[in-house]
């Protein structure tokens, strides 16, 4: 734990945020992803709902089971148990590889962000493909998934303009993090891949696909080999695993 953090604070007169820094770190991820399963695993009476964003740990509660000055004391000494920062993730975890083709007229902008980051778009391709990155949270559209952290040589600015449009299942970039587009939307992130991933099935019983605390692989693939698997189910040829 650090100066200062973790901080608990209200969110309105059923809820609680505990967070465990001020800005985006792997560590202060990690703790947001651990607390929030180890208040899962309390049971405690009177929680109606848990989730992450980067780096807190939302909790609903009924007030008629447990006032605020009881909740508070819980996450309190649940708080003082350990390390949240070096805590382990949460279990049951997956690794995901998605086929990913970078470039092309399908991902305009993988020479503007490669030059953003002093790389070519060889040398980008090789960086982003090789790094195994953390759903960090999901945010923004159904079941669109923030990823990371690459390495600091992408820690590039968003646009100052937006992208009038990017496709469902765009990889986009900036600031050491990629975003996975659940949605077609405008953006200010560049797009340098696509997939044919589909994050959100609303139709099924599990309708957001990734899950924080994920691990994600964009593998690299050709246009046409995308194109075969988009067509063959709404995973585009991605493939699961667990983490053990």
Do not use: C
Request: aromatic residues 10%; negative net charge.
């Amino acid at each position: 734990m650090t100066q200062n953090w973790p901080r608990i604070r209200t969110a309105g007169f059923d809820g609680f945020l505990v967070s465990f820094g001020d800005n985006l770190s792997e560590p202060a991820n990690r703790a947001a992803l651990a607390f929030r399963a180890a208040v899962m695993r309390a049971g405690w009476d009177g929680v109606l709902d848990s989730s992450t964003s980067l780096v807190s740990t939302y909790l609903q509660f009924n007030p008629h089971w447990r006032d605020h000055a009881q909740m508070r004391t819980a996450l309190e000494a649940l708080l003082s148990e350990r390390d949240w920062y070096g805590a382990d993730l949460p279990e049951g975890r997956s690794l995901w590889r998605v086929p990913t083709v970078y470039g092309t007229d399908l991902a305009p902008q993988l020479e503007e962000a490669a030059a953003a980051a002093g790389m070519s778009a060889a040398e980008a391709v090789t960086s982003i493909s090789q790094s195994r990155v953390r759903v960090q949270t999901i945010g923004f559209a159904p079941g669109q998934p923030y990823l990371g952290e690459l390495p600091e040589a992408w820690n590039i600015p968003r646009q100052t303009a937006l992208t009038e449009k990017v496709p469902e299942g765009a990889l986009t970039i900036a600031i050491r993090q990629l975003v996975l587009f659940s949605v077609s939307t405008p953006t200010g992130w560049r797009h340098v891949g696509q997939t044919g991933f589909k994050l959100f099935r609303p139709d099924a019983e599990v309708p957001f696909v990734l899950r924080p605390g994920d691990e994600v692989l964009f593998v690299p693939t050709d246009a046409q080999t995308l194109h075969k698997m988009k067509a063959a189910g709404p995973d585009g040829g991605a493939t699961r695993e667990p983490i053990t």
